[in-house]
């Protein structure tokens, strides 16, 4: 291979987008998830629920920040929405956050066709991510100290 082939297979390499590898990766993802979302509701909470109680918990009393997630992942799956989002909104926010992505990459891509321009930037929806973790920590904290 002479070198400006290479160098032109490298220029398109870099050319990858982000947001691009996100989308292929979400496609791979979805159909496994939704997989083990019902297997988890169905026989794996039962089996398998005291293995994903959370360490921090049990050495200091104090939840983490992601303590809830199973349970609320657990009940998502079972259609109680209300409940999931009280044991902790983070998991429903994942779940929007990523369908929110994937229809404006598939809206950007295959209806506007539009692939040159703006990318959707990934970095945001970790932000908001963070914000809700902290903000439903720090009302489990509030809950334990000012009302127990």
Not at 13 to 42: A, M, S
Request: net charge positive; charged share 15%.
């Amino acid at each position: 291979m002479n070198f400006q082939v290479y160098f032109i297979k490298m220029t398109e390499l870099r050319k990858l987008r982000v947001d691009e590898v996100f989308y292929q990766i979400g496609k791979i993802v979805w159909l496994p998830f939704c997989i083990l979302g019902v297997w988890f509701t169905n026989i794996g909470y039962e089996r398998y629920g005291e293995f994903t109680a959370c360490a921090i918990r049990k050495m200091c009393g104090l939840p983490c920040p992601g303590c809830g997630g199973t349970r609320a992942f657990y009940y998502l799956f079972q259609g109680d929405f209300i409940r999931s989002l009280q044991l902790n909104p983070t998991v429903i926010f994942g779940i929007l956050a990523y369908l929110h992505f994937m229809l404006l990459y598939f809206y950007r891509r295959h209806i506007r066709k539009t692939i040159v321009g703006r990318e959707i930037h990934i970095q945001y929806y970790m932000y908001v991510a963070i914000v809700v973790i902290l903000v439903q920590w720090m009302i489990k904290m509030i809950r334990i100290f000012c009302f127990a």
